[in-house]
């Protein structure tokens, strides 16, 4: 009987995970109990599967190829979505007062700080997070999920409540820009970029960006991921400049990781939103109540709330 799904061996993928995101195959036995032979040999296997090489090794550790980086970020994507469920099914305990759906980027840069304050303001009322970068079918809130936060559908008014809009930034490390002669939008044309691609979400490529300011797209290949926080530390590792959300990004700005290399922006053309579901009372609503009314509270951000 023919499998299912099209997969290499679970052992091979899982040791690759492990090995591709600590760039160590020794640091990858560790985590997952064998040894480091046992990962090289799984390594191997998977490459000898696939046809292709995943890593180049280097004297101290090994950097993904760019087919390596593609199948990195689809693991991690599926990972992510088992390990929501597992969570859901395991931890979620029946005591929790509210639930919400947010992506990595959404709640390791803006949500999660919100929901500190929240705390300390509400600590009666207990708040879980569902973090996953993959949308369910149609939009819909999965399993407890009571709100979630995304970008207004085009049409779309019922239950979407504006959070926030943004301008969208070119960012990358002050040895980027010095390394590439950056100084304008101009410059960027023929410089390394970082592409995030994801067809569930209307996110605003490097085209949209260029041509927004009346440029050219841009003529150089880039690095492709459909992970918004791999990009970012791709642009951190200098692979390349990076498309990203002035105010979600005051942290890393105030901590010099990343920088504006040019002085232009966009505004993003879609806002930051919260879907509410119809009916949602008590203390659940009281939480979405407050996140809408506290969504301006950075500087950087010029809010749109109704």
């Not at 099914?89 to 990595?104: E, G, K």
């Not at 304050?117 to 009666?124: D, E, G, N, R």
């Not at 691609?197 to 960006?209: F, I, K, L, R």
Request: include cysteine; aromatic fraction near 8%; glycine fraction near 8%.
């Amino acid at each position: 009987m023919p499998r299912p799904y099209d997969l290499s061996s679970m052992t091979a993928l899982i040791s690759f995970e492990a090995a591709a995101r600590h760039r160590s195959f020794k640091r990858a036995a560790a985590e997952i109990n064998v040894t480091p032979a046992a990962v090289s040999h799984q390594i191997k296997a998977l490459e000898a599967d696939l046809g292709c090489t995943l890593f180049t090794r280097q004297h101290r550790g090994v950097d993904l190829t760019e087919k390596g980086a593609f199948l990195l970020v689809a693991l991690q994507r599926g990972f992510e979505t088992i390990s929501a469920s597992v969570a859901q099914l395991r931890n979620v305990p029946q005591s929790v007062d509210v639930t919400i759906r947010a992506t990595t980027a959404v709640s390791a840069l803006w949500l999660t700080p919100k929901l500190t304050a929240f705390w300390k303001s509400h600590p009666t009322i207990s708040v879980a997070q569902i973090v996953n970068d993959v949308s369910p079918p149609g939009g819909a809130p999965v399993g407890r999920d009571d709100l979630s936060i995304g970008y207004l559908e085009p049409g779309a008014t019922d239950g979407w409540h504006i959070l926030f809009r943004d301008r969208i930034l070119a960012l990358g490390t002050p040895g980027f820009a010095q390394k590439h002669g950056i100084r304008s939008a101009r410059d960027l044309i023929h410089a390394p970029l970082v592409h995030l691609s994801g067809d569930d979400n209307p996110w605003t490529g490097w085209p949209d960006w260029f041509a927004t300011l009346g440029l050219a797209a841009p003529a150089t290949r880039g690095f492709l991921v459909n992970n918004h926080m791999i990009a970012l530390q791709a642009a951190e590792d200098d692979v390349g400049a990076v498309l990203a959300w002035e105010g979600l990004m005051q942290g890393a700005l105030k901590q010099g990781r990343l920088t504006p290399l040019v002085p232009e922006s966009i505004p993003s053309k879609t806002p930051f939103c919260l879907k509410v579901p119809p009916g949602l009372r008590g203390k659940a609503r009281l939480f979405a109540d407050w996140l809408i009314a506290n969504a301006a509270g950075d500087d950087a951000l010029a809010p749109h709330i109704r």
